[in-house]
């Protein structure tokens, strides 16, 4: 019997590695863990148990996944981050200060039930939702 824990990792295909590590790093404190960007071209950043794997388009992995991505169409609808604010409210301060430009909350269904959300995108135009959780 297997029981689902979370999601392990997503990988982005990007035309611009560094401006995606740089806004996932720096506006959603996720770290870089591994990088092999020679040979494969693949950057795996932390988030929380997750990870999130950044891949060029025209390295060796990125050419795997076929054509460059384009403003029409992702392979990703939406991915959600559970972080860790004291409150919706604090979220909405800190995406302010940063100029990130983002949805208005909602009651959204999850992995850990009904709560507020937020989405917003990163520099490639793939939508993240941003989740406080309670600590």
Do not use: W
């Amino acid at each position: 019997m297997i029981k689902p824990l979370g999601i392990d990792h997503l990988v982005l295909r990007t035309e611009q590695p560094q401006r995606l590590i740089d806004f996932y790093c720096d506006h959603l404190a996720c770290q870089i863990e591994r990088t092999q960007a020679q040979g494969i071209g693949l950057i795996q950043l932390r988030a929380g148990a997750a990870l999130i794997d950044i891949v060029e388009v025209d390295s060796q992995l990125g050419r795997l996944g076929g054509n460059t991505l384009n403003k029409q169409g992702h392979n990703l609808d939406h991915f959600c981050l559970q972080l860790q604010v004291p409150s919706m409210a604090s979220l909405i301060r800190y995406l302010n200060q940063h100029n990130i430009q983002f949805q208005r909350p909602a009651n959204r269904y999850g992995a850990t039930g009904f709560s507020l959300s937020v989405y917003i995108k990163d520099p490639d135009g793939n939508v993240i939702e941003l989740k406080p959780v309670k600590t």
